[in-house]
């Protein structure tokens, strides 16, 4: 097998690359260099040439304000990029797998959320890549599309220069106090084990919807209080709300996602969050962590 990763130097791109090869798995990395996602000319070209068996389509513009200051270029990455990829992809025979985001709920539902549920996103990011699910499924019929969540990992994202471990070491060592928010629920989730369980779904040739996140759930306060014990970071945490951070953005205030098909296949479950947490601050930030 071999598989093309479209962003393979991104923040999930790159876990991605090294679970395939972990796998013995052939991989084409593609770049911003290698291919455009919103020319269908470049995709047919970039696929053409590595011939791969699957592309791993990770690439997206997620910087929440600037989507929605300027929708053109959002959904010119996220929904036609998805398009683009899905018809090449359905055109010479390549599977396709899709990356979206719990965004595409609103929260309203207070529990988790699982594949059947109706989304409705709130925000220019989650309506665009609603939409690359959409196009995908259509022109891409045996896709494989994977929700997923909170993500973080040893890469800085490219758009944000960051992840949220790192921003809450940065705060906590140059701010008297750090304040998180308690009133957005989800489900944060490592890059790693996303593109470890992405590996071991392209050996069974799922198709369709799936939610892809660790196990549990925590506010945004929760997520930074364990980074902060686990770290030893001295500096006070406290509570704070959405409203005390006027934003452009409309965020759900809850978008935990049930993994129910992944809980009906032969697979091990994802970790739970503070494993992963854990298991993430030892690997990337052992000196820290003791």
């Known amino acids: 097998m071999k598989v093309a990763v479209v962003g393979a130097n991104g923040q999930l791109g790159t876990d991605l690359m090294e679970a395939l090869t972990a796998a013995g798995i052939e991989t084409a990395p593609l770049g911003h260099n290698d291919i455009e996602v919103a020319e269908l000319d470049s ?22 304000p600037e ?24 055109e010479l ?3 396709n797998v899709y990356f979206s985001t719990d965004y595409v709920f609103d ?18 990011y989650g309506t665009s890549k609603l939409a690359g ?24 994202c490219r758009h944000k220069g960051a992840n949220f471990i790192t921003k809450m070491i940065e705060l906590a060592d140059r701010l008297p106090e750090v304040r998180v928010v308690t009133d957005e629920v989800l489900t944060p989730t490592p890059t790693r084990a996303i593109a470890e369980k992405t590996v071991e779904l392209l050996g ?33 945490l406290r509570e704070a709300r959405v409203a005390d951070f006027p934003s452009p953005v409309r965020r759900p205030h809850y978008s ?26 030892a690997r990337e930030h052992a000196a820290a962590a003791g």
């Open 43 to 64: 995709v047919r070209a970039s696929l053409e040439l590595h011939a791969p068996d699957a592309v791993l389509n990770t690439a997206a513009f997620h910087s929440m």
């Open 67 to 90: 989507c929605e200051a300027d929708p053109r270029r959002t959904f010119a990455v996220n929904a036609v990029g998805a398009l683009n990829l899905a018809r090449a992809a359905a």
């Open 93 to 95: 025979g390549v599977r």
């Open 107 to 124: 929260g309203g539902k207070g529990e988790p959320y699982d594949e059947t549920d109706r989304p409705r996103p709130l925000n220019v």
């Open 133 to 156: 699910e959409r196009l995908s499924e259509v022109y891409a019929p045996d896709s494989l599309i994977l929700r997923i969540s909170g993500i973080y990992g040893r890469v800085p």
């Open 204 to 236: 069974t040739g799922a198709t369709g919807l799936m939610h892809l996140t660790c196990e549990g759930s925590c506010s945004w306060h929760e997520f930074a209080a364990e980074i902060f014990s686990t770290l030893r970071l001295e500096t006070p």
């Open 256 to 281: 935990v996602l049930a993994n129910t098909r992944l809980a009906e296949m032969d697979l091990a479950p994802m970790p739970d969050w503070r494993q992963a947490l854990r298991d993430f601050l």
